[in-house]
């Protein structure tokens, strides 16, 4: 919207400021920020009156975790509205990039909303079918890799990049949206069953976006792109700003999110978290570089499998609660001491991925 005042830089000097990424960019993390601050109070008092109860907490889970009971959930509301308003003000609205991250982005936050709404309705830890849900997510995730397809260079657009190596290039063709619903998806997913302690996944997607914006802009620009020796994604610079407004509206939610949590993101959120920085990593072409970036939520979700193939075949329990939190809650790490050290890991993770684009 604002980006359009750049047709009238030539009347008015000053207006080409909205030309530059980075002062959008920093345009959306204020305004994301902003939006989820002031309404985010109103939002958490309606949720809690209409939930009444608040999110069911799991039977099997750590015992500490009964003290949570009678918490809002859906905050993922909170960080949508403030993630849309700050796109739609500051993004290029030209640019297809921008639409098929905004649509990845809040249809899975409408299939997480629907399964947050069936958990408090029907007061349980489960929501709708678990196979109806996943095939929801594997079409949007196929529907928007066939267009970031359509929207890229014929031949690269379709093609896997290998971090470490400036020149290989593995094509895919047709098997590269079945790539991009694994990224995506994967990552929806992956955030999702991170999300289990106050604070544990909001600050690492933050991480991630912050990680990914930088890895956009630099994409998207051809003259950093030749200096790094990475690939260029004409368009792709956009996603910065997006990025942004992850980043804002994170950073409104973790300050009603953070210990003791006045409201959980719930699948609304998570889900659609990690869904956009799949859809960006698909986009810019850095999808394994997302595995490292995220890898703590790679970590949380083997932790399941393991756990789950384990107990299947032998009988036998790998970790003492999954996903891999729970674990070291069992232990008796307090759930604060295990937030903050898997923020840590999770820095330095976003370090490794940044390693990647010089290193080749």
């Known amino acids: 919207m604002l980006y359009e005042l750049v047709n009238f830089s030539d009347q008015l000097g000053p207006l080409n400021v909205f030309r530059y990424i980075t002062f959008r960019t920093g345009g959306a993390i204020f305004t994301a920020l902003l939006f989820v601050m002031l309404f985010g109070p109103a939002m958490i008092n309606v949720l809690r009156v209409k939930q009444g109860k608040g999110q069911p907490i799991r039977a099997d889970g750590p015992q500490t975790h009964l003290a949570k009971a009678g918490t809002p959930t859906m905050g993922g509301l909170m960080i949508l509205l403030g993630f849309l308003v700050a796109t739609l003000f500051w993004a290029n609205l030209q640019n297809i990039y921008v639409w098929i991250v905004i649509f990845v982005t809040l249809t899975y936050g409408g299939i997480g909303f629907y399964d947050d709404f069936l958990k408090v309705k029907k007061r349980t ?81 933050m991480i991630a976006a912050a990680t990914f914006g930088l890895i956009a802009y630099l994409s998207g620009n051809v ?32 300050w009603f999110n953070a210990p003791p949590a006045m409201i959980f993101m719930g699948d609304t959120g998570s889900l659609a978290l990690g869904g956009a920085l799949g859809a960006i990593a698909v986009a810019t072409k850095h999808e394994i570089v997302l595995a490292i970036v995220g890898g703590l939520f790679v970590l949380e979700t083997l932790s399941v499998i393991i756990q789950v193939a384990s107990f299947k075949l032998t009988g036998k329990r790998v970790f ?30 976003a370090l490794i991925g940044l390693a990647t684009l010089k290193l080749r």
Not at 226 to 254: K, N, P, R, T
Not at 320 to 334: D, T, V
């Open 125 to 205: 830890s489960s929501g709708f079918s678990s196979r109806f849900r996943l095939s929801l997510e594997v079409l949007v995730a196929a529907i928007a890799t066939y267009f970031i397809i359509q929207a890229g260079t014929p031949g690269f657009s379709d093609a896997l990049t290998v971090p470490f190596f400036k020149n290989v290039v593995i094509p895919l063709g047709l098997f590269f949206v079945f790539f991009g619903v694994l990224v995506i998806a994967g990552a929806g997913n992956a955030v999702n069953l991170t999300d289990g302690l106050d604070g544990l996944a909001i600050v690492p997607v």
């Open 223 to 254: 003259k950093f792109a030749s200096y790094l020796q990475i690939h260029y994604v004409a368009g792709s610079g956009e996603l910065a700003v997006l990025c942004g407004a992850l980043i804002g509206a994170g950073l409104g939610f973790l």
């Open 320 to 349: 003492r609660m999954a996903p891999l939190h729970h674990h070291f809650e069992q232990k008796g790490w307090k759930e604060s001491t295990v937030v903050v050290r898997f923020w840590i890991i999770s820095v330095i993770l």
